[in-house]
């Protein structure tokens, strides 16, 4: 039998079993509005870059294992956090 209690968790995986087996029309009585921004997402910047360095930038990503963009961030992140 299903449980009828949301569990007060900070699991994730606790959290995804429980919803994998229940119905939120179950528990409208439960919910309430939320009216104040609950994630914030952080901005997005774009940059032109000329098409041999992107290049460039991308096999060095590789190198690494790691995505291009998380490269990018990471050089602009070590520089605004050095200066």
């Known amino acids: 039998m299903n449980s009828k209690v949301i569990p007060q968790s900070d699991s994730i995986q606790e959290l995804a079993n429980f919803w994998d087996s229940h119905d939120l029309t179950d528990f409208e009585s439960d919910?309430?509005?939320?009216?104040?921004?609950?994630?914030?997402?952080?901005?997005?910047?774009?940059?032109?870059?000329?098409?041999?360095?992107?290049?460039n930038i991308k096999k060095m990503a590789k190198s690494k294992g790691i995505d291009?963009?998380?490269?990018?961030?990471?050089?602009?992140?070590?520089?605004?956090?050095?200066?």
């Open 31 to 55: 919910l309430s509005e939320v009216t104040e921004k609950v994630f914030q997402r952080d901005d997005l910047v774009q940059i032109q870059l000329p098409k041999q360095d992107l290049e």
């Open 68 to 83: 291009y963009t998380d490269l990018i961030r990471e050089w602009v992140l070590t520089q605004v956090r050095t200066a």
